[in-house]
């Protein structure tokens, strides 16, 4: 009597199986030891860069907050002379 994992069909799926496992171990095991560490790196490289454009665009618009509040108090002491001059 020929049992079924005698047959080459069950030992070609046996051996295809084992060496997915195989692999798929390996591939797991370098993306643990070398990838995360990698991704890690990259991902905090771009917090930082991420960061620094924060910081930029906000001294940017502190800049034009400063050059917009300056000019209204230059306009509001140009104006204010006038509007006294034509009351009286």
């Known amino acids: 009597m020929k049992y079924f994992w005698n047959g080459l069909q069950f030992r070609i799926s046996a051996l295809f199986i084992v060496f997915f ?3 798929l171990s390996a591939i797991f095991g370098v993306l643990s030891t070398v990838g995360k560490p990698l991704l890690e790196k990259q991902a ?40 006294r001059s034509t009351k009286n």
Do not use: K
């Open 44 to 83: 905090h490289e771009q917090v930082i860069l991420a960061g620094r454009n924060i910081v930029s665009e906000l001294g940017r618009r502190i800049a034009l907050a400063e050059s917009l509040a300056t000019a209204l108090a230059n306009l509001g002491n140009n104006f204010y002379p006038m509007m």
């Open 21 to 23: 496992l195989l692999i």
